[in-house]
């Protein structure tokens, strides 16, 4: 290479260039077709397939690959896809998987996750149509849960970002802007939230500088709600001790039980006292979308934040979730940053006004709003309302089955869509014997609850989220349980 403006030329012939589109797009076409087809089928075929399939030693060892030096065939890659990977994910998307709180997603949902990844806009920001999508979603998920339209949000990848987001939010309006340089010094910040919150919590407190300590766990009630009178007490007793309270978190829906704190005693409770009032609703808030489950949500609207989940009960495939501030200038005011590169021009591609990089900690975001939006729209919110509805109908189906079993005991009340049960046994064997029964109904593929601890006694637990959930498949689940405990004791 002799640096003459030639030997440039040459390094640009086609030749030298590498880039990463076929060379045959027909064969690609073809490829992606099929790919579309089973995945078609496979979520039409799902009940007819395990609701969990163990990876077995020899998939996990083909799954173990050296860095890919040399292209792999298209074709080749789309047969180990379909191998190793397809058969052996969680299988929330399974009408017998009830564990954890996850959502069944859709098929629409998959649809537009694909077109999201072609297009790939860059969400950080700048004057688009992706951008505008967001903002529409954003928009759409204010008045689900009732704040005003001018709420600001942002799309975040569950409930665990966005309550960090709520808790710096939160933070940053106590102390003023100035904590993002200087750190919350002799600050002594303290927040609240019931017991039976989600572990996110605290380390939200933590990710925010102020320590997972400063989160106080408040004693709940016989419904596994925060015990109000408790709060009082306690907020009463930190400003005593010369702490700062400056935010209350109600859950609704809480993850082990499904309870759901009265947030309108909250929001009366924080406004009196000032205090940030912020609502985990990860799962709960699709709830607003049912004339029946409304009531029980009633207070959500007054809060200052809201951290929700589309994947959950919203079924939309993994992941989307949203934090949304009712004072957009607040939720600004924690995050936003000015960079050369960042610059807002007056003209062009970086216009536009809220960009939702100022909004939460990533800069760079894809277009998850997409399928939240096609959901929404495919569905529309009476249908998802519905799901919602029914999901808690089943689980008290589940729960009504349970009692009326001598053999069964139920360890905490309903909430919402979550069932906590036990087989009986001698106490010295109870935990273990329903540990073993839960990963029995897991291996054999039937069914799959997951597993809490209530009051320390080990519960199976059913939470019914999938839209495809029937009724007799909670109660087939109930069956496999009972007869892997028959089984067990016959040993
Ligand atoms: C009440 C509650 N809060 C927060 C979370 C965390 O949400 P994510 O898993 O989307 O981060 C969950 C998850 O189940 C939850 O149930």
Same mark, same amino acid.
């Given at each position: 290479?002799?640096?003459?403006?030639?030997? #440039?030329? %040459?390094?640009?012939?086609?030749?030298?260039?590498?880039?990463?589109?076929?060379? *045959?797009?027909?064969?690609?076409?073809?490829?992606?077709?099929?790919?579309?087809? *089973?995945?078609?089928? #496979?979520?039409?075929?799902?009940?007819?397939?395990?609701?969990?399939?163990?990876?077995?030693?020899?998939?996990?060892?083909?799954?173990?690959?050296?860095?890919?030096?040399?292209?792999?065939?298209?074709?080749?890659?789309?047969?180990?896809?379909?191998?190793?990977?397809?058969?052996?994910?969680?299988?929330? /998307?399974?009408?017998?998987?009830?564990?954890?709180?996850?959502?069944?997603?859709?098929?629409?949902?998959?649809?537009?996750?694909?077109?999201?990844?072609?297009?790939?806009?860059?969400?950080?920001?700048?004057?688009?149509?992706?951008?505008?999508?967001e903002r529409q979603v954003v928009a759409w998920s204010a008045q689900m849960?009732?704040?005003? $339209?001018?709420?600001?949000?942002?799309? &975040?990848?569950?409930?665990?970002?966005?309550?960090?987001?709520?808790? /710096? &939010?939160?933070?940053?309006? +106590?102390?003023?802007?100035?904590?993002?340089?200087?750190?919350?010094?002799?600050?002594?910040?303290?927040?609240?939230?019931?017991?039976? +919150?989600?572990?996110?919590?605290?380390?939200?407190?933590?990710?925010?500088?102020?320590?997972?300590?400063?989160?106080?766990?408040?004693?709940? *009630?016989?419904?596994?709600?925060?015990?109000?009178?408790?709060?009082?007490?306690?907020?009463?007793?930190? %400003?005593?001790?010369?702490?700062?309270?400056?935010?209350?978190?109600?859950?609704?829906?809480?993850?082990? /039980?499904?309870? &759901?704190?009265?947030?309108?005693?909250?929001?009366?409770?924080?406004?009196?006292?000032?205090?940030?009032?912020?609502?985990?609703?990860?799962?709960?808030?699709?709830?607003?979308?049912?004339?029946k489950l409304r009531p029980l949500l009633a207070g959500l609207e007054q809060?200052?934040?809201?951290?929700?989940?589309?994947?959950?009960?919203?079924?939309?495939?993994?992941?989307?979730?949203?934090?949304?501030?009712?004072?957009?200038?607040?939720?600004?005011?924690?995050?936003?940053?000015?960079?050369?590169?960042? %610059? %807002? $021009?007056?003209?062009?591609?970086?216009?536009? $006004?809220?960009?939702?990089? *100022?909004?939460?900690?990533?800069?760079?975001?894809?277009?998850?709003?997409?399928?939240?939006? /096609?959901?929404?729209?495919?569905?529309?919110?009476?249908?998802?309302?519905?799901?919602?509805?029914?999901?808690?109908?089943?689980?008290?189906?589940?729960?009504?089955?349970?009692?009326?079993?001598?053999?069964?005991?139920?360890?905490?009340?309903?909430?919402?869509?979550?069932?906590?049960?036990? &087989?009986?046994?001698?106490?010295?064997?109870?935990?273990?014997?329903?540990?073993?029964?839960?990963?029995?109904?897991?291996?054999?593929?039937?069914?799959?609850?997951?597993?809490?601890?209530?009051?320390?006694?080990?519960?199976?637990?059913? +939470?019914?989220?999938?839209?495809?959930t029937r009724p007799e498949d909670a109660l087939a689940m109930l069956d496999?349980?009972?007869?892997?405990?028959?089984?067990?004791?016959?040993?």
């Open positions: 290479m002799d640096g003459s403006p030639a030997s #440039h030329h %040459r390094l640009n012939e086609p030749q030298n260039h590498q880039d990463l589109d076929p060379a *045959d797009w027909e064969a690609v076409r073809a490829l992606g077709h099929r790919m579309m087809d *089973d995945m078609i089928d #496979h979520l039409r075929d799902l009940r007819q397939n395990p609701a969990w399939r163990k990876m077995p030693p020899e998939v996990r060892a083909a799954l173990h690959q050296s860095l890919p030096e040399a292209p792999t065939a298209p074709g080749e890659i789309y047969n180990e896809i379909s191998e190793l990977v397809t058969p052996y994910v969680t299988g929330n /998307t399974h009408p017998r998987f009830m564990g954890w709180v996850h959502g069944g997603g859709n098929v629409m949902g998959m649809l537009a996750d694909m077109i999201a990844a072609a297009l790939n806009p860059n969400v950080g920001g700048r004057d688009h149509s992706a951008v505008a999508i849960v009732g704040l005003p $339209e001018t709420s600001s949000g942002v799309l &975040v990848a569950g409930s665990s970002m966005a309550n960090f987001i709520a808790v /710096t &939010v939160a933070r940053t309006a +106590a102390l003023g802007p100035d904590v993002r340089r200087t750190g919350v010094g002799t600050h002594n910040l303290v927040g609240y939230a019931s017991e039976a +919150a989600h572990s996110c919590l605290p380390r939200a407190m933590d990710q925010a500088g102020l320590g997972s300590d400063a989160l106080r766990p408040v004693p709940t *009630d016989h419904l596994h709600r925060m015990d109000i009178e408790a709060l009082r007490q306690m907020v009463a007793a930190d %400003r005593a001790a010369g702490l700062e309270p400056f935010m209350v978190t109600g859950t609704a829906g809480t993850v082990s /039980t499904g309870a &759901v704190d009265n947030m309108a005693a909250l929001a009366d409770f924080c406004r009196a006292e000032g205090l940030w009032f912020h609502v985990d609703a990860a799962y709960g808030a699709f709830g607003m979308l049912s004339p809060a200052d934040s809201v951290a929700f989940d589309f994947h959950k009960w919203g079924q939309v495939p993994y992941d989307a979730g949203i934090a949304l501030v009712r004072d957009p200038a607040r939720h600004l005011a924690a995050f936003d940053h000015a960079a050369d590169y960042l %610059r %807002r $021009e007056k003209r062009g591609l970086a216009t536009g $006004e809220l960009w939702p990089c *100022d909004l939460g900690p990533d800069l760079s975001r894809g277009f998850r709003a997409l399928k939240v939006w /096609t959901t929404l729209r495919a569905y529309g919110t009476k249908a998802l309302g519905r799901v919602a509805e029914q999901t808690c109908a089943i689980a008290q189906t589940l729960g009504a089955a349970i009692e009326s079993n001598p053999r069964l005991e139920l360890l905490a009340p309903i909430g919402l869509n979550i069932v906590c049960f036990r &087989v009986r046994a001698e106490h010295n064997v109870v935990d273990a014997l329903n540990a073993d029964i839960l990963a029995d109904i897991q291996e054999a593929g039937i069914a799959v609850p997951s597993s809490t601890l209530i009051d320390g006694k080990f519960a199976i637990r059913a +939470a019914i989220v999938n839209h495809r496999a349980v009972l007869a892997a405990a028959t089984a067990r004791t016959k040993r």
